[in-house]
């Protein structure tokens, strides 16, 4: 534990928390962050970004560069995505997320996103993550799909050393023998983070599971295991998507998500479950 100079909980006496406009991360309210796997036409995501801020959402995401398993998937709307999502999050009053794969966009998207976001294939790009140390802005970054706990911290800590405590890890799911879900969630590293990092801990089951009907409980699971908040792709109309419908829930199916995630976050606080 030794190379986990500035990530280890031990080195730190207060957890760490992100502040990203009006909110909080990790200061023991539940985050959410929401919106679609990526930003596909302007009228769509203004929409959809002013139904999620009415639904409670904090922070509004959205892909703009892709990076895909096929070059032929969607790539993303690019620079016009950024602008069209960043346009959404101010006419909803939401900030917004969204993931930076070149060292060399760091700077440019920054002007952008309030959160810069790093991608479970780039968690190991470290000329990427020492640009995000240098970025000024919040950073959350994705476990990588075959990434042990401390590949990932250590990935954080290049962040950290670069000049930037504000980190925030997301669970994602790895890469399994299992081929019925999309990836496993690996549930034991919320709790496991929570021992070893000062770091806030949010979840990801949109990816963890790639099944958009094991997204709420997944979800729930994850904030009983101590998250600081979800992260959920949602879509009007997941069978048009074009980047993972598959995965993402329809805006009327995150309404009771929320309101169970928190009830489940206010039964812990208040020693209703055990921890």
Known sequence: MSEYKLVRKQNRHEKTMVRVKECCIGDGDLTVIAGPCAVEEEEM???????????????????????????????????????????????????????????GDVEKVSRYADILQVGSRNMQN????KEMGRSGRPVLLKRGFSATLEEWLLAAEYIMSAGNNQVILCERGIRTFENYTRNTFDINAIPALKRLTHLPVLADPSHGTG?????????????????????????????????????????????????????????????CVAR
Do not use: C
């Open 45 to 103: 995501t203004f929409e959809l970004a002013r139904a999620l801020k009415h639904m409670g959402v904090h922070i509004l995401r959205g892909g703009v560069f892709k990076p895909r398993t096929s070059p032929y998937s969607f790539q993303g709307l690019g620079w016009n995505g950024l602008e069209i999502l960043a346009a959404a999050g101010q006419n909803a009053g939401l900030p917004v997320i969204t993931e930076v794969t070149e060292a």
């Open 126 to 129: 470290f000329g990427l993550l």
């Open 211 to 271: 099944r958009r009907e094991l997204v709420e409980p997944v979800a729930l699971a994850a904030v009983a295991a101590g998250a600081d908040g979800i992260m959920v792709e949602v879509h009007p109309q997941p069978e048009n998507a074009l980047s993972d419908g598959f995965q993402s829930l329809r805006p009327h199916e995150l309404a009771p998500l929320i309101n169970r995630a928190r009830a489940v976050r206010d039964a812990l606080h208040t020693g």
